[in-house]
């Protein structure tokens, strides 16, 4: 062990500590973490959650004692003239086994003559802080798996209640003897919801999400069962016509965003250019028009809202890649007339030539007119050269 060894791992300590203490704030600030503290878990999140709580702890505990050797080693290292013995202990310290991690005592019955009554389990702040990774990524994976599950499936249980809230009113206003069977339906879909809400309050990690398209089925079922077939044709009829301009929409933003993909291509480096990908969606439609010709309305209502759902994401993508990729042409373009502003400003005050200005101009210049065009790259050589003319102007002015 050398001493240059000791200061490069302690100045390694330090940054991991102050790294360790923003993410451990920043994990118990957040609200998935939060709110597993604050309820009564159950299942596989519970035991999940215990785990990780045990993660935790160790963590809390593993930052207090690397905080602790880290001050160790610094009183050590302020001497103004450190000993032999001084050195052995920094060393010793940064690099030894100097972290007690446990302590235990051994039975009377289990010792021998010249056996220790306790033992220690010792370990050095590297391998302290390899353990401590591994413990943050278990608390992590339980707080993100958790979120995860309660954001993905929430508002999908919300969703399905909404419908089913607003079957049972449609339901109010039907002939008594056809809402019978609609409100068996959305008794049986209550209760599946309510069990799969209950369950993905308490223990996310064990919920059983697939219940959902149960309960929709039940409620799509009730629905049909409350609607006329009149009444049903009429709004599937209309749900289908929006449908198709919805796919005009969409041929419309293919062809914007391959433009504007095209304008771009090779212009700027291949990671910002975005491919907006994902199947036609006129074939299902057109599937889904087959049915309605057939007559087979009752089927087509969770099949429209699904293609519904995707064809507008998919407009959303097309849309937004058309945005990114004239951003890109509008970013490049604002860096380019800054640089032709700042170029003339240089002209007006007789620095056309300046020794140090010019390659900086020069340099943002190629930057900004190179294929591939690195946008940050631009921007930072189109600062550095406005910085440097200010700076220069304002040396000026001050003679």
Same mark, same amino acid.
């Given at each position: 062990?050398?001493?240059?060894a000791?200061?490069?791992?302690?100045?390694?300590?330090?940054?991991?500590?102050?790294?360790?203490?923003?993410?451990?704030?920043?994990?118990?600030?957040?609200?998935? !973490?939060?709110?597993?503290? !604050?309820?009564?878990?159950?299942?596989?999140?519970?035991?999940?959650?215990?785990?990780?709580?045990?993660?935790?702890?160790?963590?809390w505990?593993?930052?207090?004692?690397?905080?602790?050797?880290?001050?160790?080693?610094?009183?050590?290292?302020?001497?103004?003239?450190? *000993?032999?013995?001084?050195?052995?202990?920094?060393?010793?310290?940064?690099?030894?086994?100097?972290?007690? /991690?446990?302590?235990?005592?051994v039975?009377?019955?289990?010792?021998?003559?010249?056996?220790?009554?306790?033992?220690? *389990?010792?370990?050095?702040?590297?391998?302290?802080?390899?353990?401590?990774? @591994? #413990?943050?990524?278990? =608390?992590?994976?339980?707080?993100?798996?958790?979120?995860?599950?309660?954001?993905?499936?929430?508002?999908?249980?919300?969703?399905?209640?909404?419908?089913?809230?607003?079957?049972?009113?449609?339901?109010?206003?039907?002939?008594?003897?056809? =809402?019978?069977?609609?409100?068996?339906?959305?008794?049986?879909?209550?209760?599946?919801?309510?069990?799969?809400?209950?369950?993905?309050?308490?223990?996310?990690?064990?919920?059983? $999400?697939?219940?959902?398209?149960? $309960?929709?089925?039940?409620?799509?079922?009730?629905?049909?069962?409350?609607?006329?077939?009149?009444?049903?044709?009429?709004?599937?009829?209309?749900?289908l016509?929006?449908?198709?301009?919805? $796919?005009?929409?969409?041929?419309?933003a293919?062809?914007?965003?391959?433009?504007?993909?095209?304008? $771009?291509?090779g212009?700027?480096?291949?990671?910002?250019?975005?491919?907006?990908?994902?199947?036609?969606?006129?074939?299902e439609?057109?599937?889904?028009?087959?049915? @309605?010709?057939?007559?087979?309305?009752?089927?087509?209502?969770p099949?429209?809202?699904?293609?519904?759902?995707?064809?507008?994401?998919?407009?959303? #993508?097309?849309?937004?890649?058309?945005a990114?990729?004239?951003?890109?042409?509008a970013? !490049?373009?604002?860096?380019?007339?800054?640089?032709?502003?700042?170029?003339?400003?240089?002209? *007006?005050?007789? /620095?056309?030539?300046?020794?140090?200005l010019?390659?900086? @101009?020069?340099?943002?210049?190629?930057? /900004?007119?190179?294929?591939?065009c690195?946008?940050?790259?631009? !921007?930072?050589?189109?600062?550095?050269?406005?910085?440097?003319?200010?700076?220069?102007?304002?040396?000026?002015?001050?003679?």
């Amino acid at each position: 062990m050398t001493m240059h060894a000791a200061e490069t791992e302690l100045a390694r300590l330090e940054k991991a500590v102050a790294a360790i203490a923003a993410n451990l704030v920043e994990l118990d600030q957040n609200p998935d !973490r939060q709110e597993l503290g !604050r309820i009564k878990l159950t299942g596989r999140t519970a035991t999940a959650w215990a785990d990780a709580g045990d993660a935790l702890a160790r963590l809390w505990q593993g930052h207090r004692q690397l905080g602790e050797v880290i001050e160790r080693a610094r009183a050590l290292r302020s001497q103004r003239r450190m *000993s032999d013995a001084d050195r052995a202990a920094f060393q010793q310290e940064v690099l030894g086994s100097s972290i007690t /991690l446990s302590t235990a005592t051994v039975p009377l019955a289990q010792r021998g003559l010249l056996g220790a009554g306790q033992v220690v *389990s010792t370990c050095t702040p590297a391998e302290l802080l390899a353990a401590m990774e @591994a #413990a943050f990524a278990t =608390a992590v994976a339980v707080v993100t798996s958790a979120g995860d599950a309660w954001r993905r499936a929430t508002p999908a249980a919300a969703e399905a209640a909404d419908a089913l809230l607003h079957v049972r009113d449609l339901t109010r206003q039907t002939a008594v003897g056809l =809402a019978a069977e609609t409100d068996r339906l959305l008794d049986e879909a209550d209760r599946l919801l309510g069990d799969l809400t209950g369950t993905l309050l308490s223990d996310p990690l064990g919920a059983d $999400v697939s219940g959902l398209d149960r $309960v929709r089925a039940l409620i799509a079922r009730a629905d049909a069962e409350r609607t006329s077939a009149a009444e049903l044709r009429a709004h599937l009829s209309q749900r289908l016509r929006d449908a198709r301009s919805v $796919v005009a929409e969409i041929e419309a933003a293919q062809t914007s965003a391959d433009a504007a993909r095209e304008a $771009v291509a090779g212009r700027f480096p291949q990671e910002k250019i975005i491919v907006v990908r994902g199947a036609d969606p006129r074939p299902e439609l057109a599937a889904i028009d087959a049915l @309605a010709a057939a007559g087979h309305w009752a089927l087509i209502s969770p099949r429209l809202s699904a293609w519904n759902r995707q064809a507008r994401e998919r407009l959303a #993508a097309l849309r937004s890649a058309q945005a990114h990729h004239a951003g890109l042409l509008a970013e !490049r373009n604002e860096l380019r007339g800054r640089l032709d502003a700042f170029r003339a400003k240089a002209l *007006s005050r007789g /620095l056309g030539e300046d020794p140090v200005l010019s390659p900086l @101009a020069e340099t943002a210049r190629d930057t /900004l007119h190179q294929a591939p065009c690195d946008l940050a790259a631009a !921007r930072a050589a189109v600062e550095r050269y406005q910085d440097a003319l200010s700076a220069t102007i304002a040396a000026r002015e001050a003679r």
